[in-house]
């Protein structure tokens, strides 16, 4: 797999976050269910450079939705980002 990293420069960071979760199945992952940021560095997720930073610069372009309640916080797909079935 070719994480983000090791691609051009040229690319926005808007396009490096979307590349990087394709290529990490981030939405296929999150999929009709929500997860918490615990679970998703369980899963291929954690290998993207910096996991925290990925999912909140997710959240701020609107790739997914957090959601805390407490102290966990949970992630999912948004409506676009959503697969359809």
Not at 57 to 85: C, D, P
């Amino acid at each position: 797999m070719l994480l983000i990293s090791q691609k051009e420069d040229s690319l926005s960071g808007e396009s490096k976050v979307l590349l990087t979760a394709v290529e990490l199945e981030l939405f296929t992952v999150l999929s009709g269910k929500r997860m918490s940021g615990e679970d998703l560095q369980k899963t291929e997720i954690a290998s993207a450079p910096d996991p925290w930073d990925f999912f909140d610069a997710s959240v701020a372009l609107g790739f997914l939705q957090r959601e805390e309640t407490g102290r966990e916080t949970a992630y999912s797909n948004t409506q676009e980002t959503a697969r359809s079935k």
